[in-house]
């Protein structure tokens, strides 16, 4: 590859990235004196890309969730009664008891980074060297905060796929870059190749590949990915690949990451989660593996970000990588079980549910359950389900930057709850919709 990644970052490295130190821990004190009345403040804006971004529509329908009691299928974490193994939280505790607690090195612990390097050869034949092809992040979202803005620079141009994870664009754009949305279609969410194609151009930096993904479930074929491929290589490009759900697929379905193949190796960088690997959400553990100069820019940026990870669940996720295979390689069967009942039930009700071959996400079509001539849209069912049928679910359309684009009578329903939860949320349906179930 020729082309250089961002120059901001590319060259600065604090000592401790070199020698793998901590940072001092003593600062000087700064005293700030009281603030006292004064003129009115500054009507200077702040920051267009992220101050001008309204309230996410998942803490709105939190929120609403909360407010009417209602059973909430919309947020994408796991019922406690289905988190990871206990060993790992006793992992945990032991080594904040018995290790240090101070800065671990700013790449990650080397326990973690060889465990990754152990598993990339084991699920993807790809080994990598631990000590310069691996970072540890403050869980995946920060990984790619660290991908974007150390790999970009203004004006670059980065192609995304729509649906997509909200983070994706304002990051983007953060970086100077400029996204460039591919839409996926429904029901079976795949991209027109020629489309895509366009797509690319002179500028084109980076593709981002979300696979398995959220929202729609969709595992991305081999061949789909091999056209990918021949684009990114055709324009000298890169690939950031998320593939948090990696663990998350259904039997009779295989996970292919792009890096595996031919020429990609050198050009992608793969992105996991310890918290959709474990069901640990709340422990934001992340890994960024790949090609030694794309890792080491993300380091660069993630120095700057969140510098370092708790030690302890570092060394918990380790263990849970070597010792734990059983509980995340029987994620997809798991998961796969709760979508085939709740897709059966939701079928009876009136919806139609979505083809979906991975995580913990299931995309149905609610036309079907409105008024002839209705005019209402995703959002708004989404609202009227909350208060006046006690279930909270997702509208599709959130997972768009550009709503104009997005399909309007589609909802998200999360199945990595209790088999009692999701029984209860039918329930509920039922009642709702009582004519059709």
């Known amino acids: ?42 009507s200077r804006g702040f920051n267009s890309t992220f101050g001008g971004l309204p309230t996410t529509i998942f ?83 920060e990984a790619l905060a660290a991908a974007f803005l150390g790999l970009l620079e203004p004006g670059d141009e980065v192609v995304v796929f ?20 591919v ?105 960024v593996t790949g090609p030694a100069p794309m890792v080491q820019a993300a380091a660069k940026a993630h120095q700057f970000l969140t510098f370092t990870v708790p030690a302890a669940l570092q060394r918990a996720v380790a263990r849970g990588l070597r010792e734990e295979r059983s509980f995340y390689e029987g994620l997809g069967p798991l998961f796969l079980k709760k979508r085939e009942w709740l897709a059966a039930k939701l079928t009876a009700i009136g919806f139609k549910v979505l083809p979906g071959q991975g995580t913990y996400f299931l995309t149905t079509d609610f036309s079907g359950l409105l008024p002839e001539n209705s005019t209402e849209e995703d959002v708004e069912f989404c609202s009227r389900l909350t208060t006046e049928g006690g279930i909270t679910l997702i509208p599709v359309s959130a997972f768009y930057e550009d709503r104009t684009t997005a399909p309007k009578q589609l909802v998200r329903f999360v199945i990595c709850k209790t088999d009692a939860k999701l029984q209860a949320a039918v329930e509920k349906l039922e009642a709702y919709f009582p004519k059709r179930s």
Request: hydrophobic share 40%; no cysteine; proline share 8%.
């Open 59 to 141: 803490e709105l329908m939190s929120q609403l969730a909360a407010r009417h009691g209602s059973i909430n299928l919309g947020q994408g974490f796991p019922d406690n009664e289905l988190e990871g193994p206990a060993s790992m939280k006793e992992a945990a505790y032991q080594s904040m008891l018995h290790d240090s607690n101070q800065y671990p090195p700013m790449v990650g612990v080397p326990e973690l980074r060889q465990a990754l390097a152990e598993h990339s050869e084991r699920y993807t034949g790809l080994p990598l060297d631990w000590q310069s092809q691996v970072l540890i992040t403050s869980g995946a979202t």
């Open 1 to 42: 590859m020729l082309r250089t990644l961002n120059s901001h970052v590319r060259n600065v490295v604090r000592p401790s990235l070199a020698a793998a130190q901590s940072p001092p821990t003593h600062l000087p004190r700064v005293y700030l004196p009281p603030r006292r009345a004064g003129p009115a403040m500054s």
């Open 162 to 181: 729509a649906p997509l994870y909200d983070s994706y664009i304002p990051i983007i754009r953060r970086a100077g870059a400029v996204p460039v949305v």
């Open 183 to 287: 839409q996926l279609r429904a029901p079976d969410w795949s991209f027109d190749a020629a489309e895509l194609a366009a797509a690319f151009n002179a500028k084109t930096k980076l593709i981002v590949v979300n696979t398995p993904h959220n929202p729609s479930g969709k595992v991305f074929s081999r061949a789909e990915l091999e056209t990918i491929a021949s684009l990114v290589q055709e324009h000298d490009a890169y690939a950031a690949l998320d593939e948090v759900y990696e663990h998350l697929v259904y039997p009779g379905y295989e996970h292919v990451s792009l890096r595996t193949l031919p020429g990609m190796a050198e050009r992608s960088i793969r992105i996991g989660s310890a918290g959709k690997t474990f069901s640990f959400t709340a422990w934001k553990v992340g890994w």
